[in-house]
C-alpha cells in the first residue's frame, strides 16, 4: 500500500463516503472548487465529482453554516460543516451546544443530527491568540457531543469514515501542525470506532495518555527514556469524549503511575477530568499522584521564542515522567 | 367577500380556534395551580400561526420559538402528546424530556422548537437546504418574533437562504414586544419585513389580524418556496396581548397600545368574516365545543399519565444509552 498524508486520508474518507451516500454533503468557508477546496484543501477534488450543491461555499457565517448543518442533520443528510479555525467556534457554539447536542435528548428521541463538524487548529505555526487555540474541553463537557482528533494519517482515515457514520454530532479536531504526517494508507472503508483508544506504544512504568499532535511527542519521549531503562505506555486517546475509560484505566492498573498530557491549557482542561477518574477508580493501583502536563495558563502567544515556550515541550514531559519515577 | 373559499376559512377558523382553546385551558390551568410549569402565551398570535400552517402540507417542515403553540397545534400535534409534554409526562411528544418550550413533533413536521430567539433561522436554512439536495418538494417555514431580528443568526439565515433559493419561508410574528422592550425601543427599521431587499429577498408586510391578508401571503410564499423560487420573509403585525410569559407583568404596555390590540384582536374579526361566508352561529360553536371537549379529554390524561423514571437521563443523551453517568 501506498503512504498517503494525514490531509490526503481525510479528503478520501470524505470522498468515498460521498461516493457511497449522496446525503453526505460539505459545507464551509472557501470549500469548493472555485476556493481550490478549502484553505487546507482536505475538500480539493470533490466539486468536480459531487456538484455544487453537495460541497457548498458559504458566506462568512458560523451560526449559519452550522445551524443550516443542524437543519439538514435533522432532515435525514449527513453534513459535513467546515469550520476553518477552531477558535471561531465562539461565533457559532449556541447552534452546537443548545441545538446539535441537544436535540435527540430534548425530543425524547424522534430527531437526532448526523453532523460532523471538521475544524483545525494548532499550537506552533505563529498564528497566535485567536487561531491556535484547543478547545476540546468545552466540547467535552457538553452531553451530546463527540470530539475526535487524530494523530496519524491511518486513524485520520478511520476516524473520518466513523465520524461520518455516526448519528450523533461530532467535533473533528485536526492540528495543522499534522496534515503533513505520512502512514501506510489503510485503504478505502476503513473505519476507526469512536471512543476506542489505542495503545500507541506498550510500557509497564508509566501511562502516559494524550491525544492528537501531542502523541508524536509522548512517542518520541518514550523512545528516548527507553535507553535509560525507562518504559513508557503510550495512551492515544482518539475519541477525547466519551473516552475509551476501560482502556485508560487498565492501563494505570498496570504501571500505577498516569501523566495526562495535552497541548490545550491545564487548568480545567481534558487532563483534569482524566486525572480525578482515575484517583477516583485507580486509587489503590496508584504509586503515585497523577500528574497533568499541558498549555501555559495565558493565550497562545505570537513570537516564536514565547509560543515555543508556551507549548509543552519534551524536556517538560521527561521531567515529569522522571519526578513521578523519583529519578529526577 | 374573501378570496379564501369556504373550506379553507373553516380550515382556518378549526385551526385559530384550536390555538385560542388551548391558551385558554392552559392559562386556566396555571391559574388554578393545577399546573406549574413556564408558559408563553399566544392570546392576540392565534390566527397567524393557523393561518400559515393552513397553508402547508403535514409533510412540510416547521421550526418555531418556545412561543409556538400557535404553529404546534395548528400544524396538528395530538392533543394528548402535546398536554403530556407540556406536563412531563412520559406519554408526552419527547417523554417529558422536552417541555413546553422544545415541543418536537417530526411525524406532523414540527422539527424543533427553540428556546432560544433567532436560533431556529438557521436551522431552517438547513432544512430547506436538504429539500434543495434530495429534491423532496417539501417547504420549511419557520416562525419567530420581532425580537429575533436581532439577532446575527438572522442577518445569516435570511443572506444564506437567499444566496441559494431556499425553499423557506420566513415568518415574523411582529407582536410589537421583544421580551419586555417595544419594538421602537430595540429596532432602529420601521419595519422587520423592509429587511428583506438587504439581502436581495422578496419581503412582505401584511396585518396578522386580517384573514384575508395573512393566508394569502404565506399561502404565496410557500407556493413560490416549492416552484424553487426562493425564500420570502412575511412580516405579520400582531399583538402579544399578554406579558412575555404567564404571570410576567405587563403593566409596561401603554393604555392607548391595550386599546389598540382590544380592538385588532383577530378573533371577533375571523368570527366576522365567517358569518359573511354563511357559516352559522351554531355551526362555529360547534367547532369551538367539539376542540373543547377534545382538549378537556387530552387534559385528563395527561393529569393521570406517568412521569419519566430516572433510567431516561441516561437514555437519547448519545444513540447508544450511557452504561455509567461520567
Known sequence: MAEITLAQALNKAIDEAMAEDAGVFCLGEDVSAKQGGGVFKITSGLTEKYGAHRVRATPISETAIVGAAVGAALAGQRPIAEIMLMNFVGVCMDQIVNHAAKLRFMSGGQTNVPLVIRTTTGVGVGFGGQHSDMLEAWFAHVAGIHVVTPSNAADARGLMRAAIDCNDPVIFIENILCYGLKAEDPGPGYRVPLGKAAVARVGSDISLITYGRTVIDALAVADELAKEGISVEVIDLRTIAPYDEATVLASVRKTGLAITLHEAVRPFGTGAELAANIQEKCWDSLKGPVRRIGGTFSPVPFATVLEQAWIPNKGQIIGQIKAALGKG | ?326
Request: charged share 20%.
Open chain 2, 1 to 326: 367577500m374573501s378570496k379564501i373559499d369556504r373550506a379553507k376559512l373553516l380550515d382556518i377558523y378549526t385551526r385559530t380556534m384550536k390555538v385560542n382553546r388551548t391558551d385558554e385551558k392552559f392559562r386556566s390551568l396555571l391559574m388554578q395551580g393545577k399546573v406549574a410549569v413556564m408558559y408563553y402565551c399566544v392570546r392576540g398570535q392565534e390566527l397567524v400561526s393557523a393561518a400559515a400552517m393552513a397553508a402547508l402540507t403535514d409533510d412540510d417542515y416547521v421550526v418555531c420559538t418556545y412561543r409556538g403553540q400557535g404553529e404546534q397545534t395548528a400544524k396538528g400535534i395530538p392533543p394528548e402528546l402535546w398536554w403530556a409534554e407540556c406536563l412531563g409526562k412520559v406519554t408526552g411528544t419527547c417523554k417529558g424530556k422536552g417541555g413546553t418550550m422544545h415541543i418536537t413533533y417530526p411525524e406532523k413536521g414540527i422539527m424543533v422548537t427553540t428556546g432560544v430567539v433567532g436560533s431556529g433561522l438557521p436551522i431552517a436554512t438547513g432544512l430547506g437546504m436538504a429539500s434543495q439536495n434530495n429534491g423532496d418538494g417539501k417547504v420549511t417555514l419557520v416562525s419567530f418574533g420581532d425580537g429575533a431580528a436581532n439577532i446575527g443568526g438572522f442577518h445569516e439565515a435570511m443572506n444564506m437562504a437567499q444566496l441559494y433559493k431556499l425553499p423557506v419561508v420566513f415568518l415574523c410574528q411582529n407582536n410589537r414586544y421583544g421580551e419586555h422592550t417595544a419594538f421602537a425601543d430595540h429596532t432602529s427599521s420601521e419595519s422587520i419585513s423592509s429587511r428583506a431587499a438587504g439581502y436581495g429577498m422578496r419581503g412582505v408586510l401584511v396585518d396578522g389580524n386580517d384573514v384575508n391578508q395573512v393566508y394569502p401571503a404565506v399561502q404565496e410564499a410557500v407556493d413560490r418556496a416549492r416552484a424553487g423560487e426562493g425564500p420570502t420573509l412575511v412580516e405579520a403585525m400582531c399583538y402579544r396581548m399578554m406579558g412575555h410569559f404567564f404571570g410576567a407583568d405587563f403593566s409596561y404596555m401603554p393604555k392607548e397600545h391595550l386599546a389598540e390590540m382590544q380592538r385588532e384582536d383577530p378573533l371577533p374579526k375571523l368570527r366576522a368574516v365567517m358569518l359573511d361566508h354563511q357559516f352559522s352561529e351554531e355551526e362555529l360553536d360547534a367547532v369551538v365545543a367539539d376542540i373543547d371537549a377534545e382538549i378537556d379529554a387530552a387534559v385528563a390524561a395527561a393529569l393521570a399519565a406517568e412521569l419519566p423514571g430516572p433510567e431516561e437521563l441516561a437514555i437519547d443523551v448519545f444513540e447508544t444509552p450511557l452504561v455509567e453517568a461520567h
